[in-house]
């Protein structure tokens, strides 16, 4: 096994460590909104949710640096260079996340200041590391853009799939960079704000993500190398041509022209097209030629990001960002359910397919046996779909008794916080959270069972 493989193996922990921490921020936020004044006080609402999505930027960013690592010696068969560097802006990434988190706890919040900025937080969602852990991520996508490039060259070989993984390096790099000035203007902080969120977070790691799921799918099925890099040109395609004009459902929203949410409704939908079309060929391929995947669970969690992705970030998302609905639906629990959809369904399933790979070929397993899996497959997806549904109930009732009847006051808002729909909602979400992390408890001990019977079967066959 390569250097660089191991190095996917820590990753991939620590993606499920910081996930964990997500799970369980996610757990409180929800309590917060069926038992008012809860931990008030100590752990503050605005700190769970700051909690929740900060470890999902970098849990998935973990998973996506553990995939690179993994499957890039075997794509252009050599080690990764510098894997030395990379290593240790993994043990960087590591204590700055601890840190953060620590400071996140304790300390909170800090003064509108120049020192608040660096060492507390930005107070920018999504982004709201202080500067210096944003210095410490840039630095660890700097040394991954590195490191692939430096490989390609080292091994004298460019692949198609390589190829456009060096050309995400660029923007994957260049558009965190919005992360760090600070702009007193604030339609024009929400707007490179904006270019930030669905540049780097929906269209950058969507490149990304195709990447992966190529790569994994020619592991996982022996797909040909045609098929996924077609559909993954025609990702590229999509991304420069719809993701920039998609970004438009969010201009609308910081006084440019109405055209804009018209623009951006539309196009911000096409995005996943092409990673469903991926999927579908390759299995449909695999059946034709009557091959069978020796690892179920890595097959299954393809699936599910491939319609996920479609359903979550698609389908969900052109029905929120159709002007005449996100008019209404704009910020409230709609939104929510669109992003715990796409995110879930784009990223953290594709994530979780490379890991049970990763298990199967670092444990030299001919298949992953037992039934755990298909409990964390059930739970996980249950839960999830379930708290989608729930915050769409909520989100619903918000944008008719908030907005399309109260008029977006705060007597509205306050009112609608009691609407019978709302409130049924958000125990539901609870309900199902809770579900989702029974889920989650399971997937891990599936991950740990695995790992410990390829340890047992590979000495077994040492020794004899």
């Known amino acids: 096994m390569y250097k660089s493989q191991k190095l996917a193996l820590k990753y991939f922990t620590a993606s499920l460590v ?49 995939a690179i690592y993994w499957f890039l010696p075997d794509e252009l068969g050599h080690e990764t260079v510098g894997i030395g560097l990379a290593t240790l802006m993994f043990y960087v990434l590591c204590a700055a996340v601890a840190v953060v988190i620590l400071v996140y706890i304790v300390v909170q919040h800090g003064g509108s200041n120049e020192t608040a900025l660096w060492f507390i937080n930005q107070g920018r969602k999504y982004v709201e590391a202080p500067r210096w ?15 692939v490039v430096a490989t390609a060259l080292r ?42 969120v669905h540049m780097w977070v929906e269209a950058t790691w969507e490149i990304i993500i195709g990447c992966i799921m190529a790569l994994a799918l020619m592991k996982l099925l022996d797909t040909p190398r045609r098929i996924v890099e077609i559909w ?11 993701g920039i004009l998609g970004l438009g459902h969010h201009y609308f929203w910081i006084g440019t022209p109405s055209y804009w949410l018209s623009i951006g409704g539309v196009f911000s939908a096409l995005e996943p097209l092409p990673l469903l079309g991926m999927v579908v060929h390759a299995t449909y391929d695999a059946g034709r030629h009557q091959m069978k995947a020796s690892n179920k669970p890595a097959f299954y969690w393809l699936l599910a990001e491939a319609f996920g992705n479609f359903i979550g970030g698609g389908i969900w998302g052109f029905m929120m960002t159709l002007p005449q609905i996100n008019l209404f639906s704009h910020g409230t629990q709609w939104t929510v359910s669109h992003g715990h959809f796409a995110f879930y369904g784009a990223y953290v399933t594709g994530i979780l397919a490379v890991i049970y790979i990763a298990i199967q070929h670092s444990r030299q397993l ?4 037992g039934h755990l899996w298909k409990w964390a497959f059930a739970l996980l997806n249950l839960g999830m779909i379930g708290m989608v549904g729930a915050l769409l109930v909520s989100g619903m009732a918000q ?40 889920g989650f408890i399971i997937l891990i001990y599936d991950f740990v069972r695995i790992s410990r019977q390829g340890s047992r079967l590979s000495g077994r066959g040492a020794a004899a």
């Open 155 to 196: 091994a004298r070989k460019l692949t198609g799939v390589t190829g456009v993984l060096i050309a995400a390096m660029v923007p994957l790099t260049l558009v965190y960079l919005i992360a760090f000035p600070s702009i007193t203007n604030m339609s024009v902080d929400l707007y490179w704000w904006w270019w930030l």
């Open 18 to 66: 910081v996930f964990g921490l997500l799970v369980a921020a996610g757990l409180l936020a929800a309590i917060y909104y069926v038992k008012f004044g809860f931990l008030f006080g100590v752990l503050d609402f605005n700190v769970a949710k700051m909690l929740h999505i900060n470890a999902l930027i970098i849990s998935l960013l973990m998973g996506f640096l553990g």
């Open 133 to 147: 852990a944003s210095i410490g991520i840039l630095a660890v996508l700097c040394t991954l853009a590195y490191n």
């Open 366 to 369: 001919g298949q992953i046996s």
């Open 399 to 438: 944008s008719f008794y908030e907005r399309a009847v109260g008029g977006s006051t705060l007597e509205a808002f306050m009112a609608g916080q009691g609407n019978p729909w709302f409130v049924q909602g958000m125990y539901a979400r609870l309900g199902f959270g809770i579900l989702f992390a029974a």
């Open 232 to 242: 993954l040109y025609l990702e590229v395609a999509l991304v420069l041509g719809t």
